[in-house]
């Protein structure tokens, strides 16, 4: 079974800096794909970035990009630019390219605080 | 942008109680999913549900819960009797009909209190 591990329970980084959160995770499969969601104190789980096993360059959405490393099977976030509103939990995701499986199974998070 | 929308945000209930918990999925979405979060755990999954069945469930989706599509545009988390252990945050779901690269959507959630 795959599973997902986030190391740092919680990060705090200074207002215009740049922070990476590290995630790895368990599989024994080729293609999967894999998310960064971020849940600040609203609850609401938001759709930060997303990255296909297949794809080797990494993923960028404006002030976060990922760290692939397939072979190692990490997946980090770097946030640059730190703002306030960045902080958050943050969840790093898996989810199988099978087509027996829709589930995303989640790491157990980092918790990340900006201080101005 | 189009949004999952869950109602209500909170509901509290007395042990042993039925709730349903309510999902608007994005319109164009074909695959529903329900997740749910203990406090200060990690997010689990449910449920997933595809042309009005269930296509796959975790071993927490005992015979107490059930879904439904009731109507073309509601999707329902239904907790039959509820315990204690079911205090928790659920999360409705879809996902984007394109595929997976496009994403899945989260509601914000409905905090559920069992007392």
């Known amino acids: 079974a795959q599973t997902v591990t986030q190391s740092q329970p919680e990060m705090s980084v200074q207002e215009a800096e740049t922070v990476t959160l590290s995630c790895t995770y368990d599989?024994?499969?080729?293609?999967?794909?894999l998310f960064w969601y971020k849940q600040p104190p609203s609850r609401q789980m938001i759709l930060v970035i997303r990255?296909?096993?297949?794809?080797?360059q990494n993923a960028t959405e404006n002030r976060f990009s990922v760290n692939f490393q397939k072979a190692a099977k990490s997946f980090s976030l770097k946030i640059s630019d730190s703002q306030l509103g960045d902080a958050a939990m943050y969840f790093c995701?898996?989810?199988?390219?099978?087509?027996?499986?829709?589930?995303?199974?989640f790491g157990t998070g980092t918790r990340l605080q900006v201080f101005p | 942008e189009p949004e999952v929308t869950q109602t209500p945000s909170h509901q509290v209930t007395q042990m042993g109680q039925e709730v349903i918990l309510r999902c608007v999925p994005i319109?164009?979405?074909?695959?529903f999913y329900w997740y749910r979060q203990i406090l200060g755990q990690k997010v689990e999954f449910l449920v997933s549900?595809?042309?009005?069945?269930?296509?796959?469930k975790s071993e927490i989706f005992d015979d107490q819960f059930s879904v439904e599509r009731p109507d073309g545009s509601n999707f329902t988390l239904k907790i039959r009797s509820t315990k204690l252990e079911d205090s928790a945050m659920y999360f409705c779901?879809?996902?984007?009909?394109?595929?997976?690269?496009?994403?899945?959507?989260f509601g914000s959630g409905t905090r559920l209190t069992v007392v």
């Open positions: 549900f595809y042309n009005n069945e269930i296509s796959e």
């Open positions: 599989t024994s499969e080729s293609d999967y794909y």
């Open positions: 990255q296909e096993a297949y794809k080797q």
């Open positions: 995701a898996y989810r199988s390219a099978t087509y027996n499986t829709d589930k995303l199974i």
């Open positions: 779901a879809s996902r984007d009909p394109r595929g997976v690269r496009y994403g899945y959507t």
């Open positions: 319109s164009n979405h074909l695959y």
